[in-house]
Every structure is written in structure tokens, then in C-alpha cells.
DNA sequence: AACCTGACTTCGG
DNA sequence: TCCGAAGCCAGGT
């Protein structure tokens, strides 16, 4: 979906917070996601300055999203899905992703066209 | 203090 | 087209 080789893209936190350090940066994009609307692992690293470092932000959600009372529910895979074992949450991120008008079709599938957080940064 | 592991993605064989 | 492996980072053990 995103150009994997736009520098302009990537790094967009990182150039608001260049003294911050990976975590904060990446805890700082989870934040800026708005309500009803939710975002991939790899958008969130995208913007923490890292394209290659969502699986970092997945391990980011799961160790802070209590303490920094994080949007954990709007982080999705890259498929529009929610990759939360079905023993661990998957049902609770489904209820707070509908409770915000998200809607998910037959599959578990959130389209990710209409609902993505994707924000347009033109190149510079 | 070194090594392991994870709610992921993507590229190469 | 399918499967294996690397890339990325930091808290836990």
C-alpha cells in the first residue's frame, strides 16, 4: 500500500522527537491515532522512523499499553485483521474496535481502505 | 551481563 | 506459487 522506499514517509515522529528513543517515538504514534480509526504494525513503525520494526511495536503494545494507557485496540496487521490470539484479547479488541464504528466483514477482516490511519505526507 | 523472545513484514530461493 | 529466513528493538530471565 505504502511506497516502502519513501524516506519522506518514514520517520515523521522521528523528526519530531529525534532525542526520543524508539519506544517513546514509537508510543507517541500509537497516541496520534484517532478514535474509529486504526493503523498496522508496520504504519506505527513507519512513522517511529523504523519500516521494518513492527515487530517491535507489537512487542511495545504488549509490554506498555497498560502503563501508558495506549490505543493498543487500533493496531492491526498488515491484512486488516487483528493478529491477538483469540485466548488473549482477540475478542475484547473486536468489541472496543466496534464500539468506535469500525466494522468488520465475514472474515474478521477490517477494511483497511476505509479505516486505516494513513495520513497523506506529501514527498519533500 | 548475555541471551531469548515476541500482538509482524517482507524479500529471496 | 509456497516456504524459509532475515530485519528490527528492548524488557525479561
New binding site residues.
Partial sequence: ??A?QDHGLAGIILKQNPRQ???RRVIAAIKSVPRGRVA???DIALYA??P??????????????GKEK?P??R?????GK????KA??YEE?KELLIAEGIVFNQEDMIDLKQYSWMPKIKKS
Avoid: D, K
Fill in positions: 500500500m505504502v516502502s528513543p524508539f519506544t498496522t504494525y508496520s522512523g523504523s521494518r520494526a513492527a515487530r517491535q511495536v507489537a512487542w511495545i503494545l504488549h509490554a506498555m499499553s495506549l493498543w485496540h493496531i492491526i496487521n498488515s491484512w487483528i493478529s491477538l490470539p488473549a484479547g479488541q
